[in-house]
């Protein structure tokens, strides 16, 4: 088990981070902190699956003179590309909706709002 | 109480993780199924079919397009959707007190930032233009721009900073990446029959790659306009 894990480490890192993530949406009461917590996660996601795509002693996938024999898979990466654009989207639009929570209520801390309700 | 059960979920939940994740084949190895099947193809085809050098490019915009298309319309949605949930409604005015919070960048910083930026300007153009031969393309070289344009807006003072963006031709600019990706699509789609189609043929490698600089430019200058918007108006203002 901790010999697959230790082949497997940049595999396991993701994971944990992907806790670290979760640990911080569950536990924080600030709002922004709670998606700071969300993009924690979204990052380990990407991590693990451009990890998923590294081949040892591969080049970058970019052909023309002088690429060599092995590359990258480069699927992976075209598929975090779009994974990146969307999360920055989504965060925007849960930054815009935290401003605007602010500018109702004037606190953006989950357990005061709960209060309020 | 709350802290603690969170700890043992998410204990509970790594030990579920790492133990899948040690079950994956050994990082780094050739012979893993993600490698030799889809992504061997592209690797092997993707020069001569799409025009294209760079693989993750030719992957994005050629065989995955349909994908991509809809992701730069995901951005425009969020901008619409940020323009949507920021302005024109009425609330209870906790408004930020720009007078009280607004601090003077140091000398340092605004002589940085105006040096700089032309010469970030000239990369980021590089890198959009070049996503097709280098590390590059659109997307990337539209958050470079997107930055020097919130760099240019925190250094520059409200009024200076508020004809870095246009107000009239935004409304174009601002969807100009969808545009240009349907525009570049419908053109395949009466040229070579399919919506998204690229010439294969090698005399025909000229047009693939203009296709190919031409969604570039717009997705980023799209999706910088889309980025310094949004900051903008998560300033509070327009």
Redesign the interface.
């Known amino acids: 088990?901790i010999d697959?894990?230790w082949?497997?480490?940049?595999?396991?890192a993701?994971?944990?981070l992907?806790?670290i993530g979760?640990?911080a949406v569950?536990?924080r009461n600030n709002l922004i902190k709670k998606f700071m917590g969300l993009n924690i996660m979204e990052t380990a996601i990407f991590a693990f699956i451009v990890?998923?795509?590294?081949?040892?002693g591969?080049n970058?996938?970019?052909?023309?003179e002088g690429a060599a024999e092995?590359?990258i898979?480069?699927?992976?990466?075209?598929l975090i590309?779009?994974g990146?654009?969307?999360a920055?989207?989504?965060t925007?639009?849960a930054?815009?909706?935290v401003?605007?929570i602010?500018?109702?209520?004037?606190t953006i801390e989950a357990d005061e709002l709960r209060e309020a309700e | 109480m709350?802290?603690a059960l969170?700890?043992v979920l998410?204990i509970v939940?790594?030990a579920v993780?790492?133990?899948a994740?040690?079950?994956?084949p050994?990082?780094?190895?050739?012979d893993?199924p993600?490698?030799t099947h889809?992504?061997a193809y592209?690797?092997e085809h993707?020069?001569e079919e799409t025009g294209s050098?760079?693989?993750?490019t030719?992957?994005?915009l050629n065989y995955?397009g349909f994908?991509?298309n809809g992701?730069v319309t995901?951005?425009v949605?969020?901008?619409m959707?940020?323009i949507a949930?920021?302005t024109g409604v009425r609330?209870?005015?906790?408004?930020p007190d720009t007078d009280a919070t607004h601090v003077e960048p140091s000398v340092v910083v605004r002589f940085i930032v105006r040096v700089l930026a032309p010469f970030i300007l000239v990369f980021a153009v590089y890198v959009i233009l070049n996503g097709h031969?280098?590390?590059g393309?659109g997307?990337q070289g539209g958050t470079m721009l997107g930055a020097l344009v919130i760099a240019l807006t925190l250094v520059l003072g409200e009024r200076e900073s508020a004809k870095l963006i246009p107000q009239r031709p935004i409304r174009i600019i601002q969807v100009i990446a969808p545009l240009t990706f349907v525009a570049v699509g419908l053109a395949g789609l009466i040229a070579w029959g399919d919506f998204l189609s690229f010439p294969r043929d090698e005399q025909l490698r000229p047009v693939a790659e203009a296709m190919l600089v031409l969604i570039e430019a717009g997705i980023g200058i799209g999706?910088a306009v889309v980025?310094a918007r949004?900051f903008r108006?998560?300033g509070g203002r327009s």
Not at chain 2, 91 to 95: E, F, H, L, M, Q
Request: net charge neutral.
């Open positions: 088990m697959l894990l082949n497997n480490l940049d595999y396991a993701s994971m944990i992907f806790c979760l640990y569950i536990t990890a998923l795509g590294v081949v040892d591969g970058a996938p970019i052909m023309g092995p590359f898979n480069p699927l992976p990466q075209a590309l779009t990146i654009v969307v920055v989207s989504t925007a639009l930054l815009s909706l401003i605007r602010w500018r109702q209520c004037g | 709350k802290r969170t700890i998410l939940l790594a993780l790492l133990n994740v040690a079950a994956l050994p990082h780094g190895s050739p893993t993600a490698y889809v992504g592209y690797l993707g020069p050098e760079n693989v993750v030719s992957v994005i995955r994908d991509t992701e995901v951005i949605t969020a901008l959707a940020v949930v920021l609330d209870a005015g906790n408004r031969v280098t590390p393309g997307f999706g980025f949004v108006l998560m």
